[in-house]
């Protein structure tokens, strides 16, 4: 299967071939773009040229499947854990038809509503049911890019849910942090499945700004100490860490909270790791100064984890394979 991932600054593409178990990666490959992204397009020229960009990747790292599944952006998405009695499946399939009003913040009928069942449990009597709920509108515009890109759209789901089936561990409770552009995506999962999740509106982009302001070095400039630099205390005097670390703390702040919320709202335990993921999740230091900050031990997902790569190939792409956590992810989802 192909999985496509257009995130905010760039589109990242992943083939594998085979089953769970037995992926093997045939090609992947990744582009920046700049301009608005799907979500923030109108206007018909804008979906073409990125289709354009879409096709070209398409193309040059030979991925040979029409069919593909995508992602949709989580800040936009509605994910929710709802409890109901202990209910047969059709009756959960019901109760989501005539009760999902209630638990989404967007009309009905402008919704694309997913849902499946977390669990049963007798003892409690009850069924926990995970309820995505995406705006149609989004929904259509990551279609129209990819469709306008000669390819067919079989599947959609949020960035969060691919990246929870390539990086989250099979058992225990966990937090996911998908580190991108523009906002920190966080999920905890238990047992690889996803059961809370919250969007930070701020990412690599408020990184790079933080820096360019506090050296008053451009934004070009700003991204290379970044990326140089990141959390170092020591190199460079600490000047990026120190640029970098207010907004760092905004969002340290924020997964505290949201962990915070799971445990006392939904009485479920902590996570007791967090995987990290994304763009910005290569920031120098970033593992050692969430260990550090959230108290709990950081590690750096690989997304390739239950994926076959040749030895070339894995050498080629170590750098860089943290950008391909939803990518792999949704390349899993079979069609
Ligand atoms: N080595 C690095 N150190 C720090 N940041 C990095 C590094 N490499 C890339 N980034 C940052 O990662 C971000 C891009 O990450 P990614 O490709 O995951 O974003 P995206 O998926 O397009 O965005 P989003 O998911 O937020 O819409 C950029 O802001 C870039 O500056
Ligand atoms: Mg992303």
């Given at each position: 299967m192909v999985g496509i991932d257009i995130g905010s600054k760039s589109i990242k593409i992943v083939e594998l071939v085979g089953s769970v178990g037995k992926f093997q990666l045939k090609s992947s490959g990744a582009v920046g773009y700049t301009g608005l992204s799907p979500d923030k397009m109108t206007e018909e020229k804008d979906f073409v040229a990125l289709s354009l960009i879409l096709k070209k990747i398409i193309k040059q790292i030979g991925i040979t499947s029409k069919e593909v599944n995508i992602a949709l952006p989580e800040p936009l998405v509605f994910t929710r854990v709802i409890k109901f009695p202990l209910l047969s499946d059709e009756e959960v399939n019901s109760a989501i038809k005539w009760e999902a009003e209630q638990y989404i913040p967007i009309p009905i009928n402008e919704a694309i509503i997913q849902y499946s069942?977390?669990?049963?449990?007798?003892?409690?009597?009850?069924?926990?049911?995970?309820?995505?709920?995406?705006?149609?509108?989004?929904?259509?515009?990551?279609?129209?890019?990819?469709?306008?890109?000669?390819?067919?759209?079989?599947?959609?789901?949020?960035?969060?849910?691919?990246?929870?089936?390539?990086?989250?561990?099979?058992?225990?409770?966990?937090?996911?942090?998908?580190?991108?552009?523009?906002?920190?995506?966080?999920?905890?999962?238990?047992?690889?499945?996803?059961?809370?999740?919250?969007?930070?509106?701020?990412?690599?982009?408020?990184?790079?700004?933080?820096?360019?302001?506090?050296?008053?070095?451009?934004?070009?400039?700003?991204?290379?100490?970044?990326?140089?630099?990141?959390?170092s205390g020591t190199q460079l005097e600490g000047k990026v860490k120190i640029a970098l670390e207010p907004i760092f703390k905004m969002v340290t702040d924020e997964i505290k909270k949201a962990i915070h919320f799971?445990?006392?709202?939904?009485?479920?335990?902590?996570?007791?790791?967090?995987?990290?993921?994304?763009?910005?999740?290569?920031?120098?230091?970033?593992?050692?100064?969430?260990?550090?900050?959230?108290?709990?031990?950081?590690?750096?997902?690989?997304?390739?984890?239950?994926?076959?790569?040749?030895?070339?190939?894995?050498?080629?792409?170590?750098?860089?394979?943290?950008?391909?956590?939803?990518?792999?992810?949704?390349?899993?989802?079979?069609?």
């Open positions: 069942i977390l669990s049963k449990n007798e003892t409690t009597a009850s069924t926990s049911v995970l309820l995505v709920a995406a705006p149609k509108v989004v929904v259509e515009k990551y279609v129209k890019i990819v469709r306008l890109a000669g390819l067919t759209p079989v599947s959609a789901e949020t960035e969060l849910t691919a990246l929870a089936r390539s990086i989250s561990p099979e058992k225990g409770v966990s937090l996911l942090l998908d580190l991108g552009a523009s906002s920190v995506d966080m999920a905890i999962t238990r047992d690889s499945k996803v059961i809370f999740t919250r969007s930070i509106p701020v990412a690599g982009e408020t990184f790079t700004r933080a820096v360019s302001q506090s050296l008053g070095i451009n934004m070009q400039q700003a991204e290379e100490y970044k990326k140089t630099y990141g959390l799971f445990q006392s709202e939904e009485k479920e335990e902590a996570p007791t790791t967090i995987i990290i993921s994304g763009g910005s999740s290569l920031t120098p230091e970033l593992v050692s100064y969430l260990t550090e900050v959230l108290g709990l031990e950081t590690v750096s997902g690989n997304p390739f984890n239950k994926v076959a790569v040749d030895p070339e190939t894995s050498k080629s792409l170590a750098p860089y394979i943290s950008i391909y956590g939803t990518a792999v992810g949704l390349a899993m989802l079979e069609g």
